[in-house]
Each structure stands twice: as C-alpha cells, then as structure tokens.
C-alpha cells in the first residue's frame, strides 16, 4: 500500500476483514508497542505522528505521521477494535536515531518514516514507472484512479477474501519486476530496515503460525517475500550504532502530511483524501457544498444552482477525460469556473483551508510527555491558549490578569526557543499595556519541548535556568541587555541577579561606542516593560544612566572617518540611542540633565563637519522634530550641507539623512517650501557627470514616500517657487489635490456618509430625537 490514501486504507480494512488474521505487523519502530493501545482511546484523534527522540539528545528526532485514512492507522484501529495483536517491525528508532545526523525539525524517513523537513529523494520514483506504463502522464492521477477513487463496494471492498486481496497481489507483482530494474532505488538503508523486518516477521509466524499480515510500503513487499537466511539478515545489522530513545505520540496537522512541507512521503492533497475517506456517499457532492461554505463565510456569492453546476461540470470533465470519477483536478477546474469566476485568488483560499486543510490532532493526557509538556500542557488549559495549527492573532491586555499570565508564558517558550508565539504590532494600541501576538502551534514544537526539557520540568524553571546560564556565556553587551529585557517580560525574577551581574561586568568592561549604543535600546525598553509589570528596575535604571552618560561622551568622535556602510550602521544607532533616551527621559526618576547633554550631542552631530552627512542630516532632522532647534537654523545647516563646496555624494548623504526613510521627510518638504527649494536648487546644480553617482542615494530616499507624498511634491516642483512675500492662495499654486478654497456643497454632499461611517445623526435628527 501507498502511507496515506483513502482507497488503500479502505483496501488495507477490507483485506483485513475478509482475511482475518491472527496478527497485525505493521512498518514503524517496535519501541512504540507500548504506545499502541492510545490508538483506541477515544481522545485520541488523528492526524498524530510517533514521536521518537535520543534521551540525550533531544534534538536527534523522527515522526511517524498517520492520518485517519492512512493504511498504518485503520489497521491499528481493526486490530485493537478486533482484539487481535498488534506490533511494528520496522528497524528500531534506537538505530535510525543513532545513523543519522541531528538536524533543527527533523523527522525520520518515508514513514516509517518521513523525515519532517527532509525530502527523501529515491532514484527511481515507482508509482511514476507505473504511471507511465499505464499511459499516464500525471502519476498521482493514476494512483487515484486505480487505487484511491476504489468504492468500497468494488473490488477490494467486497468479503470474499481473495477479491480483497487481488489490489495487494497486483501491487506486488509490479513492485517485484520494478526492484528486479531498479535494485533498492537509491536508498541503500532500506537493505538494513527490510533485514530487520524479515527477522520480526520469522518471529511472528513462529509464535502466530503463517496467518499474518504485514501492512508496510508497497515497495518493501519483494523484500520482506525474498528467501534469506536468520544469520544473513542479522549480518546485516551488526555493528550498528545505538542511542537511548523515548517515544510517545504527538498532534500532527494536515498541513505537514503535504509533500509542499517537505516531508517525503508527502501527499497533495490530504483534506481531500480526508474527505474521500470519511464521506459514504456522493464524494462530490458533498465537496461542493463544503466549498461552497467556505467561500459564503469570505462573503462571495455562492448559490445551490452554483453547486449544481459545479458538480455536473466535474462529471462532464471526467468522462471527457476518461476517468472512473471525478478527482480533485477536475473538481478544482469545476470550483474555479462556477464558483471563483475564473479567478485563482479564491481558489488558493480553497487549497489552503479545503484541500490541504488545518486540522490539528488530539492526543490524550495518558500519552507519555517529558515533565516539560506536562506543565505546559497545564498551563495551556488554565489560561485557556489552546494550540492550534491555523495562524491567527491574540491581543493582550496586560492590566488584565490572564492576559499578563498569557504574556508570560509566551514570552518563556520564546526564551526556550519554543516558538509557538511571535509578538506582532498592536492593532489597537500602541501603549505598554498592550500586546499582540500570532500563535500557531507545529508538530516539530514538541521537538524543541523535549529539548528545552534539559532546563528544567517546568516552563518558568527552564526559563529561569537557561537565562542564568545564557547570561553567563554571553560575551555582547547588547546580549545580556536583550537577556535583561527577556527576563522582565517573562516575569523570571530568580533569573535577574545573574543576568544584572552579568551586565555590570560587560558595560564596565566595554568601550565601544557602538556596543554601548547597541545595549542600550535594549535597557530603556526593559525599564518602561519594568514599570508596567510593576517589576523593581532600580539597578537596570543605574545601569542604562551610565550607559547613556558614556555614549554621550564617545559618540561624536565615532561618528567622523567612516565609511559609507559604517556611516549608515552608525545613523541607526543614533537613532535607537535617540528613542532610548526619550523612553529613559519618560521614566519616573530620569537621569538628571540627560536631556541637555543629548541635546548637545545632536548639536556637535549636525554642526561638525567631519561628521559622515547621513549622521548630520539626521542630528539635525531629530533636533528640528523635538523642537530643539529652530526652523531658520535647520535651513541655514541644509544650506551648507548643499553648498555648491559640497561633494555631491556628499549632500546626496545628508539628504537621505534629514528627510530619507520612512520618517515623514517627505511631509515636511510638502509644507516647507523653503526647505524644498534647498533641494531643488542643489539637485538642479549637480553636474551631469556626478549625477548618476548620486543617483541611488536619491532614489532611495525618495522611493519609500507615499504615492501621495511624491504626487505633491512634484506638482510643487513643477510649478515654481512662490514670489517673496506672496501666499500661494494668492496666485493659485496649489499642492496636487487641494482646491483654492472650501467647496461647501461637495462638502455637504460627503457628509451624510461620514455620519453614518462614525454613528452620528444629523442636527435635525438629534432635534427631532
């Protein structure tokens, strides 16, 4: 059989039946025999996957995924539900664990297993030979004709066992001639896997006798049936490296059985095989109308006449195309010309939530867990963050208990590398009471779970722990402040008088400006967290004072004799220490005359000469936003950046500085006239051989203005300066997109909908109550 198909598993159940054996072995790692009665635990709902990784090394890791149609599964489930016994044969995990490398995400190989985040690539792909053969050009088209589109009441559906049978039989045979051409098709591993298979199986027929059956990958079929010998198989295996593993099952998703994953016995489309296997009857029927669902709830209009003829259009393409039933092909053909319009916008909405789908698997408490997980899982359940497959956002009010105990924790996970969470821009608010965050929960987390759990049993002690040591080894200044502010949102104050020594020794140690500049932002932004979490921030204060008083000091002399891309890297820093001060100046005890020595900085920064023009042209553009230097004064140093005198790669450089990003430099030339003219006058006096010198610094402060913005200014450039002393009302210059005056009546016409788009009635209305 195929690891995932609605038609195999339907096979696989239908054999099962007719031939009722007295044992069921199946491809997986025997070590997860003891896990195997979870199957019928009815919490337990797939998609899930076993999870085997090293004790040691929780990082060495395989899956083996099952969704609810695949073969593995429905065998475990007859056999369980049938009371018959049930084992796996496929070479241990202690020794596939041990032969390979580990790798961030891995799973194993095919599926007993597929490696998670790894393609296995064979030389020969067989259902693509077969495919071929039969005519096909498309091999998963053929597979689901012969096999996955099967009714369970043809053939291999019906209870005579050798009708069951006749589907498995084929497969063989044609796997048998395709191993005699292709060997082990460039996977020689598979000679170790499949010796150990025939020695589990020798075992089984001895204790069961010959009425047992084996449910593995077509492809293993002439092996496991080929005549060898006890000691030739178990030559095989000598030798080979071994690790001490833990196995328990896992949630998997839809999503990762994808071969768009990267998971190499990966399917295109495992929603629709879900549905082909869970739905009795009217397969495309019933697709239709979960379509058709899902594209009312984005508001497009989709009528039953719509489903109608979507379905008889899918018909209609099958029989043109020669095909038992209509596959997903041609119901995607049908769904994008009813339905989307011929659009393929909401057709990809379809392949993402239908045809490949969300759905996340469930696991039962009683499924063993590192101490990690458990609390955790713990943790989920009290404050109600259930894991899910599908993104989606969470906003955060940290006044409100829950939510600061949900930012905590997520905050944790984050610092044990656990990434379930990624905080996101507010929506809402930017204030510091809140947070906003898209969560989506992947299989491979419990991997970085297993991981973390060399920390410690629970999130806030493996938290703690690793920030301790983190901040030991840290050798960057701005990694322990980074560290610091972790530790403050995380809520880790066992961790804080580690990482607060740590960080005494680095800043008194460190005297490069740049560093200094780097830690900073960090420490401000832990102070401002601090307050809001009520958190004693006294020593990080003390610290980010004499932070600051340092960098005031060392920062105009290392902002002179800097290269283009150091100018830049340096005009960052400028700019975070600027913001960082502003957060220190808002704090509750600032820095006694902070303000002024900063100031002061910005001041030599804008002035000095020797300065790289990136770093004068934002000094003086940061002096000029807060109000701390005069508009006359701002245009008289655009003047002399501008000066004929000037290099023109120069003056390019201190315009990208003042008015370059996405700062509102734009805005402020649209209404300082003066301030623009400077820039016209010098751009229009740059020589025609230095022009294309300065040509990708322009550009590139001017391509990040809005539409709008570069719009306006070019209407003021092309129509003239206004005349010395005049308004531009006076002689109808007007920037692109505003009248010479109100216009009252299409003023009026617009207010009707205004008031309804804010809820406010009329002054009539309000009269009239």
Avoid at 51 to 59: E, I, M, R, S, T
Avoid at 308 to 323: F, H, P, S, Y
Avoid at 702 to 720: C, Q, T
Wanted: aromatic share 4%.
């Amino acid at each position: 059989m195929r690891h995932h198909g609605p038609g195999s598993a339907r096979a696989v159940l239908a054999a099962l039946a007719a031939a009722r054996p007295a044992a069921v072995l199946i491809e997986g790692p025997p070590e997860g025999d003891a896990l195997l009665p979870l199957a019928a635990d009815p919490r337990m709902r797939p998609p899930v996957a076993l999870l085997a990784h090293a004790v040691d090394d929780p990082g060495r890791a395989s899956f083996w995924p099952m969704a609810a149609f695949s073969p593995e599964w429905v065998a475990i489930r007859w056999a369980l539900d049938h009371d018959v016994p049930v084992r796996f044969i496929d070479l241990p995990a202690a020794y596939s664990l041990a032969l390979k490398e580990p790798e961030p995400g891995a799973g194993s190989e095919e599926t007993a297993g597929a490696r998670a985040g790894e393609e296995v690539t064979p030389v020969v792909d067989p259902i693509r030979v077969l495919a071929e053969t039969a005519g096909y050009d498309d091999p998963e088209r053929w597979w689901e004709d012969v096999v996955e589109h099967r009714s369970p009441g043809g053939a291999g559906g019906g209870s005579d066992a050798g009708d069951a049978l006749a589907p498995f039989v084929a497969l063989a045979e044609a796997m048998e001639a395709l191993r005699e051409a292709y060997g082990d098709g460039g996977q020689p591993r598979d000679a170790v896997r499949e010796a150990y298979m025939r020695i589990q199986l020798r075992t089984a027929c001895k204790e069961f006798g010959n009425d047992v059956a084996v449910v593995c990958g077509a492809w293993h079929v002439p092996a496991l049936a080929a005549r060898t010998t006890l000691a030739a198989d178990r030559a095989l295996l000598k030798g080979l490296p071994k690790v001490r593993t833990d196995l328990t099952w896992v949630p998997w998703t839809h999503r990762r059985l994808a071969r768009h994953s990267g998971y190499g016995a990966g399917i295109d489309s495992p929603g629709w095989y879900g549905h082909l296997f869970d739905v009795a009857d009217r397969p495309i029927e019933r697709w239709m109308t979960k379509v058709a669902g899902l594209l009312r709830e984005e508001d497009r209009f989709v009528s039953t006449a719509h489903v109608i003829e979507a379905v008889r259009l899918a018909e209609t393409l099958a029989a043109l195309r020669g095909r038992p039933l209509a596959g997903l092909g041609e119901t995607t053909d049908a769904v994008r010309a009813v339905m989307c319009e011929g659009s393929d916008v909401p057709l990809a909405l379809v392949r993402d939530r239908l045809i490949v789908g969300e759905t996340l698997g469930e696991v039962p408490d009683t499924a063993p867990a590192v101490p990690l997980q458990r609390d955790l899982t713990r943790s989920q359940r009290t404050l109600r963050l259930k894991p899910e497959a599908s993104e989606r956002e969470l906003d955060l009010d940290l006044r409100k208990e829950t939510d600061a105990a949900r930012s905590r924790l997520l905050h944790r996970l984050r610092l044990l590398d656990v990434g379930w969470g990624d905080p996101v821009a507010g929506r809402g608010s930017t204030g510091t009471f809140r947070e906003s965050w898209r969560l989506s929960w992947q299989p491979e987390l419990h991997v970085r779970v297993a991981e973390a759990g060399v920390w410690g049993t629970t999130v806030v002690t493996a938290a703690t722990a690793k920030a301790e040591s983190g901040a030991v080894v840290a050798t960057a200044l701005a990694d322990v402040t980074a560290l610091a502010e972790h530790c403050l949102l995380a809520g880790l104050p066992d961790a804080l008088p580690v990482v607060m020594k740590a960080l005494a020794d680095r800043a008194a140690l460190d005297a490069d400006v740049g560093h200094l500049a780097d830690a900073l932002p960090a420490l401000a932004r832990s102070l401002r967290y601090g307050d809001v979490r009520s958190t004693d921030t006294a020593a990080l204060a003390e610290v980010a004072a004499g932070l600051a008083e340092r960098i005031c000091v060392g920062l105009p002399p290392a902002c002179t004799g800097l290269d283009a891309d150091g100018a830049e890297a340096l005009r960052r820093q400028v700019e975070a220490v600027h913001g960082a001060i502003g957060l220190l100046l808002a704090g509750t005890a600032p820095a006694e005359g902070l303000r002024e020595r900063w100031d002061a900085v910005l001041h030599k920064l804008a002035a000095r000469g020797t300065v790289a023009g990136i770093i004068r042209g934002r000094a003086t553009r940061l002096l000029l936003d807060e109000g701390r230097l005069a508009e006359d004064e701002a245009a008289r140093l655009m003047g002399l950046a501008l000066s004929p005198g000037t290099l023109p790669a120069d003056a390019a450089a201190w315009i990208e500085g003042f008015v370059g990003g996405a700062s509102g430099g734009g805005m402020l030339l649209v209404h300082d006239e003066r301030l623009l003219g400077l820039v016209d006058a010098w751009l229009t006096g740059v020589p025609a051989e230095m022009f294309t010198d300065v040509l990708p610094l322009l550009r590139r402060t001017f391509s990040a203005y809005e539409p709008g913005v570069r719009r306006s200014l070019g209407e003021l450039v092309r129509r003239g300066p206004v005349p010395e002393g005049a308004r531009r009302d006076d002689v109808g210059r007007v920037p692109g997109g505003f009248g010479p005056g109100l216009d009252r009546a299409r003023a009026d016409a617009v207010e009707p909908v205004l008031r309804l788009l804010i809820g406010r009635r009329s002054e009539p209305e309000e009269a009239a109550g």
